[in-house]
């Protein structure tokens, strides 16, 4: 029985530091918009799920008047729970805008929609992550 | 570049007339089939694998939350 065998070609240098500049890109590119990441690598089912994915949760959550943490956090949930809403990109501000009341967690409502704030972001993180390990060649 | 931008504060205004008014177990439903749907198009590249898994994380998304909301269903007053 013949073993396959895969040959590795040989990347040159500047190669490399493009396609890992481009990486950068489409890495960056994927936080700020949901799934531009992936519509750069021409993934387009992807890149409409994860669009539609940060677009759905976050405008559940805002509709829930879920928290959306700001930069001026008391402690260190407050700083994490920022992070996290920042992971949404300019979905961010969206969310600033659909929120005219503000946040209301005095209510279970307004807790869960907290969380769907906080996963839409986290969720984008993950996305731009693997649109930039995908840039890299590494997995798709 | 002025009415472009009042363009979209008024969809914006629009969206978020739109009222979410959810009940838990709504919210849950929809939490899942969202993440399940994403994590499979993310995570498997066949569309078979990728049915079969996003059915197993939204039954499994479903029962853990269903089964821990019973679970502290003796403890809740």
Known sequence: MAEETT?????????NSRREALALVVGLGGWLVPGLGHALLKMWGRAVI?????GVLVWVGAGMRGNLFTSRGNDAFDSLGYI????????????????????DVSRADGDYGTRFLATAGVFN????????????GRKA | MTSS???????????????VKLSHLQALVIFALVISVAFGFLGRRQPKERVKYILWTLLLFLL???????????FSR
């Open chain 1, 7 to 15: 040959v590795q070609e040989p990347v040159s240098q500047p190669q």
């Open chain 1, 50 to 54: 994860c669009f539609l994915t940060v």
């Open chain 1, 84 to 103: 996290a809403d920042l992971g949404t990109g300019g979905f961010y501000w969206v969310a600033r805008s659909l929120e005219t009341n503000g946040p």
């Open chain 1, 125 to 136: 993180l993950l996305a731009a992550l693997h649109a930039y390990e995908a840039a890299r």
């Open chain 2, 5 to 19: 931008t009042s363009a979209v504060s008024a969809t914006l205004a629009l969206i978020a007339l739109i009222a």
């Open chain 2, 64 to 74: 853990v939350g269903v089964g821990i909301g019973w679970a502290m269903y003796p």
